[in-house]
């Protein structure tokens, strides 16, 4: 380790990159599953990227606390900005959808209650 990082910081970052292997994998093996469909490859595929990036983040973040470098810091932060910024994406599409069914819910019920209605009403 090196000796001009303090020793939280070392112990922080180590803690924080087997916690960042860890969700990686997780995405990976969640991005696999959703890959078994044609349709669930639309999600498994960014999630699959997701977790490289997280991967790849962790190990940079590990290389810069054994080596002070500060390219390897750069790159930690490049990797996991596009681990966000996939994960953000996704969060909007979810949320866009959730409404779109919300509204679609909405209009189905407003619609079969009119038709029970006029059912009711004409018999």
Same mark, same amino acid.
């Given at each position: 380790?090196?000796?001009?990082?303090? =020793?939280?910081? =070392?112990?922080?970052?180590?803690?924080?990159?087997?916690?960042?292997?860890?969700?990686?994998?997780?995405?990976?093996?969640?991005?696999?599953?959703?890959?078994?469909?044609?349709?669930?490859?639309?999600?498994?595929?960014?999630?699959?990227?997701?977790?490289?990036?997280?991967?790849?983040?962790?190990?940079?973040?590990?290389?810069?606390?054994?080596?002070?470098?500060?390219?390897?810091?750069?790159?930690?932060?490049?990797? =996991?900005?596009?681990?966000?910024?996939? =994960?953000?994406?996704?969060?909007?599409?979810?949320?866009?959808?959730?409404?779109?069914?919300?509204?679609?819910?909405?209009?189905?019920?407003?619609?079969?209650?009119?038709?029970?209605?006029?059912?009711?009403?004409?018999?």
């Amino acid at each position: 380790m090196n000796e001009n990082i303090s =020793q939280m910081l =070392q112990y922080t970052v180590n803690k924080m990159s087997g916690d960042m292997k860890f969700v990686g994998v997780f995405y990976m093996i969640l991005g696999v599953l959703y890959c078994l469909t044609i349709v669930g490859a639309v999600i498994g595929i960014p999630f699959i990227i997701c977790g490289i990036r997280l991967r790849e983040s962790a190990d940079s973040f590990n290389m810069y606390i054994s080596t002070n470098d500060g390219s390897m810091l750069e790159r930690a932060i490049e990797r =996991q900005s596009k681990f966000f910024f996939i =994960q953000k994406v996704l969060m909007i599409i979810a949320l866009a959808l959730i409404i779109l069914y919300i509204i679609l819910i909405f209009v189905f019920g407003v619609a079969l209650m009119g038709f029970f209605s006029e059912f009711n009403n004409g018999y």
